[in-house]
C-alpha cells in the first residue's frame, strides 16, 4: 500500500507540473474550452521550462516519481529548488512557511509591505514575542537553517513593481498571504472597511494578472477562510467550497444535480466579506485563462511552534495578541499569562474550525506539491477540530491552573458582534487527508500547553499587561464605540 | 470500486463505435468543477446498469478534442448514449442526478 503521506502527488504528470510551457500550443478560449495545436503525432504536446532540451512531448507520459526535477521529501515530491512566491512573507503566517519551504529545498521568494507591523503599532500594541528586522531575517535564516530567502520589500497594489517582479522570478507557485486579516478591524469604520476590501480584493485581482501574463502554468494558494460559509442555522454540513455530485436540488416536481456548484457563502464581516469577493475574483480566472488555483479556507490558526522557527529565537514568527490581530486561542493565552480574564462574546457557544499553525503549514506545502488540473478550481477546509470559544477558555484555564499554577478568570462579555451564538456546525475536511496524505502532527491541548511554557516568563507578562487596553475587546459591529457589558465574570 | 475506463481518441472506436453494448460516454474536463464531482455519482451508477448490455467510459475534451469535436461537444460535462456506432439524439449537459442518468441510458433504445 502506498505512503500516502509521501506518495500522494506519486502519479501527478506534466499536465500538473508549473515547470510545463503550455503556450505556443494551445489556443486558449472562453470557458477553458481549448483547441490544441496538433504536432505531428496529432496529439497535445508540450514543452518543459526547466528541461527544453527535451523537445516537444506529451504532457501525460512522465509522473512525478519518474521524473528526475522531482525529489521525495516528507510531504509528497517536490521540484528540486521549486520557485515558491510568499506574498506576505513577513507575517504570522508567511514567515512560517518561508522557512520550512526553505528548509525543504525551495527556492523561497517574497514580499510584504509592513502593513501589519504598522497597523498593530497603531493599535497601541505589538507581537509579544520579537521579531528580526527584514535583514535580521535574512540572516537568521541563513545562518541558522542555511537558506537564503530572497525578502523584498514591496506593496503588492503596486503592480508595476508587482508585474516586473513576476517576470523576473517566474514563480512555480505562489502563496497569497498578502491579506489584512483581521474580522474586527474591517468592522471599526468605514476607511478601515474599505481599506480591508480594497487591498485583499485588488490585490489578489492584480496577482491574477501577474499569474496570466508571467507564469500561466502555476497554482496560487489563495487563502481564503471558513467563515466564507457562515455558520448555516439548518444545520446542513459545510462542504469543501463546491458540492458534491449526489447533492440535489428539489422543487416542485423536478430534481437537479448541484454537483460542482459553488455553495452558498454568508460571510460575518466586511473582512470575510473581502474573502468571499477574493473566491469568485480567482473562480473566474480558472474559468477565462486556465489558470489554477487553491481556495484554502482555512480554520483559525494558533500556536507559535514550527520545528524550523523554533531553531533559534531571532527566528521567531510574530505573536499578536490584541483585540484586532489577535486570533482567539493566541489571545486566551496571553490574557491568562498576564493574570487578565479571558473575555468571551455573549454565551461563548459559537463554534469554528481551528488548526494549529504547524499543521498548517503541512497543508500549504502539501499543496504547492500537488497542484490543481490546467484550469482547476479546487477548494479544501483547512481545519482539524472544531471547538466551542467557551471550551478553549476553559482548556487554557485547566492547562494554565494545572501545569503553570496560574490564576485563570474567563469573562462574559456583551457580544459586539452580530453573529450565531448557538448554532449546529458540521464541518466536511477529508481532500486534505485523501488527496494530500495531511496527518496532523498536533494536539490542541498540547499547543496551548506548548505556547504558556513558551509565555509564562516575567518579561513578557509584563509585555502583554503594557498592552492591556488594546486587548480589551470594545469593537462593535454596529459602529457604536462603548464599553461592552460585562456578563459574567467567574473562576473555573 | 474499479475506475471507470478513460477512452482516447486512439481507442475510441474500438471501446465505443465498435461496441455491442449501449455505451454512455462520459465527456469531462480537468477544469471543470461539476465534472470532478460527478466521479462518485457516475461510480454508482455503474452498479446499477445491466453490465452485459451497457457500459459506461469517459473521455477527456481537452486531450481528445478530434472526437469531442466530431460530436459537438460544448459545454462539459456532456453525456452521450452510443449504439451500433452511432449516438442518440438526446443527450444531458452538466451535473446530473442518478436518476436523470439512468433515464437516459434506458429511454434511448
Not at chain 1, 521567531?316 to 493574570?339: L, M, S
Not at chain 1, 472544531?386 to 492547562?399: E, M, N, P, Q
Amino acid at each position: 500500500m502506498n505512503d500516502n503521506k509521501k506518495d500522494h502527488n506519486a502519479n501527478c504528470t506534466c499536465w500538473n507540473c508549473p515547470a510545463v510551457q503550455f503556450k505556443g500550443h494551445v489556443d486558449f478560449r472562453a470557458c477553458g474550452q481549448a483547441a490544441f495545436r496538433k504536432a505531428a503525432q496529432g496529439q497535445l504536446v508540450v514543452e518543459c521550462k526547466r528541461r527544453p532540451e527535451i523537445g516537444l512531448f506529451d504532457p501525460m507520459g512522465i509522473t512525478y516519481d519518474a521524473c528526475t526535477e522531482y525529489k521525495s521529501t516528507d510531504y509528497g515530491y517536490l521540484l528540486d529548488k521549486m520557485k515558491v512566491m510568499v506574498l506576505g512573507i513577513d507575517g504570522y503566517l508567511g514567515w512560517a512557511l518561508a522557512l520550512k519551504l526553505g528548509k525543504l529545498g525551495c527556492k523561497v521568494t517574497g514580499v510584504d509591505n509592513f502593513l501589519r507591523r504598522k497597523l498593530v503599532k497603531e493599535k497601541s500594541a505589538d507581537t509579544i514575542l520579537p521579531i528580526g528586522s527584514r535583514e535580521e531575517r535574512i540572516k537568521a535564516a541563513k545562518e541558522h537553517h542555511g537558506i537564503d530567502i530572497d525578502f523584498r520589500e514591496m506593496d503588492i497594489l503596486n503592480r508595476d513593481s508587482l508585474f516586473k517582479y513576476f517576470d523576473e522570478t517566474k514563480p512555480e507557485s505562489i502563496v497569497q498571504y498578502a491579506e489584512i486579516p483581521s474580522a474586527p478591524y474591517s468592522m471599526v469604520n468605514v476607511d478601515k472597511a474599505v481599506e480591508t476590501i480594497h487591498n485583499n480584493v485588488i490585490g489578489t485581482l492584480g496577482v491574477s494578472f501577474a499569474m496570466k501574463d508571467y507564469s500561466p502554468e502555476t497554482s496560487m494558494l489563495k487563502v481564503g477562510t471558513m467563515g466564507e460559509y457562515g455558520s448555516p442555522l439548518t444545520g446542513r454540513p459545510i462542504f469543501e467550497g463546491l458540492f458534491p455530485g449526489d447533492a440535489t436540488l428539489q422543487y416542485g416536481d423536478d430534481e437537479w444535480s448541484l454537483g460542482g456548484e459553488l455553495t452558498p457563502r454568508d460571510p460575518v464581516s466586511f473582512y470575510h466579506v473581502s474573502k468571499v469577493q477574493g473566491t469568485f475574483s480567482v473562480y473566474e480566472t480558472c474559468k477565462y485563462w486556465w489558470l489554477r488555483a487553491y481556495d484554502v479556507m482555512q480554520g483559525v490558526v494558533y500556536g507559535l511552534h514550527t520545528p524550523e522557527l523554533e531553531a533559534h529565537p531571532s527566528l521567531n514568527t510574530r505573536f499578536d495578541i490584541d483585540e484586532w490581530w489577535g486570533t482567539v486561542v493566541n489571545r486566551f493565552v496571553a490574557q491568562t499569562v498576564a493574570g487578565i480574564p479571558m473575555t468571551i462574546f455573549g454565551s461563548g457557544n459559537q463554534m469554528r474550525g481551528y488548526i494549529t499553525i504547524e499543521d498548517a503549514m503541512q497543508c500549504m506545502v502539501r499543496m504547492i506539491a500537488h497542484p490543481p488540473e490546467p484550469g482547476q478550481y479546487d477548494v479544501m477546509n483547512q481545519v482539524t477540530d472544531v471547538l466551542s470559544v467557551g471550551h478553549i477558555a476553559a482548556t487554557v484555564a485547566k492547562i494554565g491552573k494545572s501545569e503553570f499554577g496560574l490564576d485563570p478568570v474567563i469573562q462574559r462579555l456583551e457580544n459586539p458582534r452580530v453573529e450565531a451564538e448557538e448554532h449546529p456546525y458540521e464541518i466536511i475536511h477529508d481532500k486534505l487527508r485523501e488527496k494530500f496524505g495531511f496527518h496532523s502532527e498536533t494536539k490542541f491541548e498540547d499547543e496551548i500547553y506548548y505556547m504558556l511554557k513558551k509565555l509564562v516568563k516575567p518579561e513578557i507578562k509584563e509585555q502583554i499587561r503594557k498592552y492591556k487596553d488594546a486587548l480589551t475587546p470594545r469593537t462593535r459591529w454596529s459602529g457604536e464605540v462603548k464599553e461592552l457589558k460585562i456578563l459574567e465574570t467567574y473562576k473555573p | 470500486m474499479r475506475d471507470i475506463i478513460e477512452v482516447t481518441s486512439e481507442t475510441f472506436e474500438e471501446e465505443v463505435l465498435n461496441s455491442n453494448k449501449k455505451v454512455l460516454v462520459d465527456f469531462w474536463a480537468s477544469w471543470c468543477p461539476p465534472c470532478k464531482m460527478m466521479e462518485p455519482v457516475i461510480n454508482r451508477l455503474e452498479n446499477n446498469i445491466d453490465k452485459d448490455k451497457v457500459k459506461i467510459v469517459k473521455i477527456n475534451i481537452d486531450r481528445n478534442s478530434s472526437v469531442s469535436d466530431k460530436y459537438s461537444v460544448k459545454g462539459v460535462p456532456t453525456f452521450i448514449v452510443f449504439k451500433n456506432g452511432d449516438p442518440f439524439e438526446n443527450r444531458l449537459v452538466g451535473a446530473q442526478t442518478l436518476n436523470k442518468l439512468k433515464k437516459l441510458i434506458e429511454n434511448q433504445k
